[in-house]
T-cell receptor
Framework: KQEVTQIPAALSVPEGENLVLNCSFT??????LQWFRQDPGKGLTSLLL?????REQTSGRLNASLDKSSGRSTLYIAASQPGDSATYLC????????FGTGTSLTVIP | SAVISQKPSRDICQRGTSLTIQCQVD?????MFWYRQQPGQSLTLIAT?????????ESGFVIDKFPISRPNLTFSTLTVSNMSPEDSSIYLC????????????FGEGSRLTVL
């Protein structure tokens, strides 16, 4: 069974820093990988979708990479802002969607 | 992209009662799912809502406890039956336009507290 792990579980950084969130998965036979943001008590907002044939996707200050062979993805956030504070989840798609446990990010003004 | 509306956004219920959560998508989608997210946890898939037929439930979830309807391509309901405090969670509706390669979208969630 696919297992998705996100490290670290929590991260606190000062405003303006660049940061990297990590996602690893055990089965490389995936169709795509998706990064989400979740604010407390709310639903998930899709940030980036990377198809299995792609290596990276970019949206604004966000850049996500995918290395299927090593079972890893990273989400890079440039010039972090307090509004980036949220929980970030990754999900991989095999025969169903498998979610990681999330990284709780706090950006300190 | 798809915009998903869920209601209620939150509710406080008494033990033993049932609550139905509605999910409306603004476009026709192939896949609709219901997830549960318990406090501090990641998402757990309850079931896949199938249009016009019985939902496909994951291990640990049964139709008697979580009946699901999906009468058309844009609407689904999840009922949490005979609630207990252990059912207190956020329930999330999600939808996608393709079985495996498409993007997954979520509603705002329904936060349920059972007293």
């Amino acid at each position: 069974k696919q297992e998705v792990t996100q490290i670290p579980a929590a991260l606190s950084v000062p405003e303006g820093e660049n940061l990297v969130l990590n996602c690893s998965f055990t089965d490389s036979a995936i169709y795509n990988l998706q990064w989400f943001r979740q604010d407390p008590g709310k639903g998930l907002t899709s940030l980036l979708l990377i198809q299995s044939s792609q290596r990276e996707q970019t949206s604004g200050r966000l850049n996500a990479s995918l290395d299927k062979s090593s079972g890893r993805s990273t989400l890079y956030i440039a010039a972090s802002q307090p509004g980036d504070s949220a929980t970030y989840l990754c999900a991989v798609t095999g025969n169903q969607f498998y979610f990681g446990t999330g990284t709780s990010l706090t950006v300190i003004p | 992209s798809a915009v998903i509306s869920q209601k209620p956004s939150r509710d406080i219920c008494q033990r033993g009662t049932s609550l139905t959560i509605q999910c409306q998508v603004d476009s026709q989608v192939t896949m609709m799912f219901w997830y549960r997210q318990q406090p501090g946890q990641s998402l757990t898939l309850i079931a896949t809502a199938n249009q016009g037929s019985e939902a496909t439930y994951e291990s640990g979830f049964v139709i008697d406890k979580f009946p699901i309807s999906r009468p058309n391509l844009t609407f689904s309901t999840l009922t949490v039956s005979n609630m207990s405090p252990e059912d207190s969670s956020i329930y999330l509706c999600s939808a996608g336009t393709a079985s495996n390669t498409g993007e997954l979208f979520f509603g705002e969630g329904s936060r349920l507290t059972v007293l």
